[in-house]
């Protein structure tokens, strides 16, 4: 379960990086993206390690 967190994660985080730097976004919403983008990058991570997929289950239960 927790190997699909963090891919969903992952790739929703990198979409909302590659909206962020798109230069057709609107300007206010850009960093809001990119913010946003590097959180969901820094929660897979997390997810990634043992530390973190241990709380992913302990959530989960």
């Known amino acids: 379960m927790g190997f699909w967190i963090m891919i969903l ?9 590659h909206l962020g730097f ?7 919403l850009r960093p809001v993206l990119v913010g946003v ?6 929660f897979a991570i997390y997810v990634a390690t043992p530390l973190g997929a241990d709380l992913i289950l302990k959530v989960a239960m």
């Open 22 to 28: 798109n230069k057709r976004a609107q300007k206010p």
């Open 37 to 42: 983008g590097i959180i969901l990058m820094a």
């Open 9 to 17: 994660s992952g790739v929703i985080g990198l979409e909302m990086l």
